[in-house]
């Protein structure tokens, strides 16, 4: 089979390369023999397989990577394993094992996220939800989302086969049917999917696993280290590989249903870059030049299977080339300035279409205000107006925000405060 990798997460790793942006011609140009991908069937609890027989692959097979069937490849692993098997000229196999809407504890055993009394939360609610459930109410609530899901997929299949597409088709279908009862035949229920999904497919060699995903743990973003941690362990002793790459994408800029200038995600967002910095053999590629203000699904996914792409082959396949954007390594406060130094300047930096933006500052008072920054060499200059002596700087600290530092790699570099615990 040649490279095999496990692409797993949520929603953004599941979504289809049918749905992106420029899928019309990237699926006409996707013959590759040597590309394949195996589908996880999506079983979202112990027992539906067999309740339900008929719903599920009996075989679930290889799928060779053509036009025809390229469309159901999830996009971010497409361009991941073109991109691996155009530069190291061998066979990859992309396992899919992913599915929207859940959170890490989803995909994780209860040994493991029972080990640590600040994760077992998400343990300790769902026995209490399940402690309380009218079990009539559910099965009816359960049968009732069912429905109102195949209405949806109805009108949208119909929709398209009749070429509406774009605003017109959002505008028809109205929001997704969400979320689903919670209760014990809930997919997003914790461990669930590591039973039903993980178990599945522990016995296959792998070279090592795409995970993109955090969405869904915003809520206890403040955890995300830790429990994404135990995840990965709890991964590499189920492989008996305690070195087994984990390469992810770090969540994107994403409006929040009006809260675009709340922090929740920008907390999630720096969860995961200290699990890059702090958890052996693995590294984050950044999203957040890819997002969108109103969507959490940004159809543009291209740039992140290149860089996990670029990742694996910096640190993995040993390549000699730049593979990550800048990051924050230290300030220096020097007058009415801040000076901000960087890892990952590759061949320098730069402000990606006009002057830098995103960067803000704040003095003792800790009120913090727009700021202005310049690139001098490899590092960045922030000041702002009136302000004598600054404190702390951040950059892309919110849910939403444009941001435009990228090395000349063409890369960009992550959020970051420097005042962060």
């Not at 029972?114 to 609610?125: A, R, T």
């Not at 993980?198 to 830790?226: C, H, M, T």
Request: a neutral charge; aromatic letters at 10%.
């Amino acid at each position: 089979m040649g490279e095999v990798w496990i692409a797993g997460g949520q929603s953004n790793m599941q979504f289809a390369l049918s749905d992106t942006e420029d899928a019309k011609e990237v699926i006409s140009k996707a013959d590759h023999p040597g590309i394949r991908c195996y589908q996880v069937p999506q079983i979202p609890y112990v027992g539906a397989d067999l309740e339900n027989p008929s719903a599920y692959p009996a075989k679930p097979e290889w799928n060779v990577c053509t036009p025809e069937n390229a469309g159901k490849y999830p996009a971010v692993a497409y361009h991941f394993a073109e991109r691996i098997h155009k530069a190291l000229k061998v066979p990859v196999g992309i396992v899919s094992c992913s599915w929207g809407g859940t959170s890490a504890s989803s995909w994780m055993s209860e040994k493991y996220l029972s080990s640590d009394k600040d994760i077992k939360v998400y343990l300790d609610e769902y026995q209490t939800l399940i402690a309380g459930i009218d079990m009539e109410k559910y099965e009816s609530d359960r049968i009732a989302y069912s429905a109102a899901v195949e209405r949806f997929v109805k009108i949208k299949e119909k929709a398209i086969s009749e070429n509406v597409a774009g605003t017109a088709l959002n505008e028809l279908l109205g929001p997704y049917p969400w979320p689903p009862p919670a209760g014990p035949k809930n997919f997003q229920t914790p461990c669930g999917l590591y039973h039903t999904m993980v178990e599945k497919i522990v016995p296959y060699a792998v070279k090592g696993v795409i995970f993109y995903q955090g969405e869904s743990d915003v809520d206890k973003g403040a955890l995300y280290e830790k429990l994404f941690g135990r995840m990965i362990q709890n991964w590499r002793d189920d492989w008996k590989n305690p070195n087994m790459p984990f390469l992810f994408t770090q969540i994107t800029t994403y409006g929040c249903d009006g809260k675009p200038d709340n922090d929740d995600w920008a907390i999630l967002r720096e969860q995961q870059l200290f699990a890059s910095r702090n958890i052996p053999n693995t590294a984050m590629a950044v999203s957040i030049d890819c997002g969108d203000m109103i969507d959490i699904h940004p159809k543009n996914k291209r740039p992140l299977g290149e860089r996990l792409s670029l990742l694996a082959r910096a640190k993995v396949y040993g390549q000699d080339i730049e593979c990550s954007g800048p990051g924050f390594r230290e300030m220096k406060l020097k007058g009415d300035k801040a000076l901000l130094y960087f890892d990952h300047v590759g061949k320098g930096l730069m402000a990606k279409g006009g002057a830098l933006k995103g960067f803000k500052v704040c003095g003792a008072d800790k009120v913090f205000v727009d700021a202005r920054a310049e690139i001098k060499g490899d590092t960045v200059e922030v000041s702002s107006s009136g302000m004598k002596a600054p404190k702390t700087v951040r950059y892309g600290w919110a849910n939403y925000s444009e941001i435009n530092l990228f090395n000349k790699d063409g890369l960009p570099a992550s959020p970051f405060r420097t005042d962060g615990p």
